[in-house]
């Protein structure tokens, strides 16, 4: 009886010794899976009309490991939007934590606007794409400028702005109002005066 006790208190230890061993190797593989997860973010920006959406979609069709972070907007649908492609159109805006570069606008309709994205659609080890101003590239380069596995990089449409003017008046935009679209270029064109200097951006003179 004495041996067979002791036969089992040494398997007890053999078993505890191996469990930390597992428990030590799991660890390890847990924090290299940490070391290899890398984002790549590329934000789009330009005012309205210069192009972002054609640019977005070569992107998109160019690089086989990209992916569109949807952004989410209170605002109402175009004729020619699709719900889930366009936008995540929503009936109202829920305060989340993982809500970002949330921003308000008021249309020339009186009306208030809110557009943001999710953090959680930003997906890790692929190329994402999304389109934001330049209040939102900055608060997204910000939250992860300390985040050694992230990348964060601006990508400014540098559109003349007559050939912009041109696209409006000649858009084939089903439910395009003048108004509407005119006051927006007027706030991009103030938004984006000084981005020419920020060396955090890419400047697309040819689009």
């Given at each position: 009886?004495?041996?067979?006790?002791?036969?089992?208190?040494?398997?007890?230890?053999?078993?505890?010794?191996?469990?930390?061993?597992?428990?030590?190797?799991?660890?390890?593989?847990?924090?290299?899976?940490?070391?290899?997860?890398?984002?790549?973010?590329?934000?789009?920006?330009?005012p309205?009309?210069s192009?972002?959406?054609?640019?977005?979609?070569?992107k998109?069709?160019?690089?086989?490991?990209s992916h569109?972070?949807?952004?989410?907007t209170?605002?109402?649908?175009?004729k020619?939007?699709?719900?889930?492609f366009?936008?995540?159109?929503?009936?109202?805006?829920?305060d989340?934590?993982?809500?970002?570069?949330?921003?308000?606008y008021?249309?020339?309709?009186?009306?208030?606007?809110?557009?943001?994205?999710?953090?959680?659609?930003?997906?890790?080890?692929?190329?994402?794409?999304?389109?934001?101003?330049?209040?939102?590239?900055?608060?997204?380069?910000?939250?992860?400028?300390d985040?050694?596995?992230?990348?964060?990089?601006?990508?400014?449409?540098?559109?003349?702005?007559?050939i912009?003017?041109d696209?409006?008046?000649?858009?084939?935009?089903?439910d395009?109002n003048?108004?509407?679209?005119?006051?927006?270029?007027?706030?991009?064109?103030?938004?984006?005066?000084?981005?020419?200097?920020?060396?955090r951006v890419?400047?697309?003179?040819?689009?």
């Open positions: 009886m004495r041996y067979a006790h002791k036969t089992y208190e040494l398997i007890i230890e053999i078993l505890a010794l191996f469990s930390v061993a597992i428990q030590a190797k799991l660890k390890a593989l847990e924090n290299k899976q940490e070391e290899n997860i890398v984002k790549y973010i590329n934000v789009i920006m330009g309205t009309f192009g972002k959406n054609t640019y977005l979609m070569k998109l069709c160019d690089i086989p490991q569109l972070v949807i952004a989410h209170t605002r109402p649908p175009r020619d939007e699709i719900d889930c366009d936008y995540y159109f929503e009936n109202k805006y829920c989340f934590d993982t809500n970002i570069c949330i921003r308000s008021m249309s020339a309709f009186n009306t208030r606007w809110i557009y943001w994205l999710n953090k959680n659609d930003i997906i890790d080890n692929r190329v994402n794409f999304a389109i934001l101003d330049y209040a939102g590239f900055d608060e997204l380069y910000n939250l992860y400028k985040d050694k596995n992230t990348d964060v990089i601006g990508l400014y449409l540098n559109t003349p702005l007559p912009i003017k696209r409006i008046k000649n858009s084939r935009r089903r395009e003048l108004k509407e679209t005119f006051r927006r270029l007027d706030d991009d064109c103030q938004k984006f005066k000084n981005i020419q200097n920020d060396d890419i400047m697309i003179d040819k689009y």
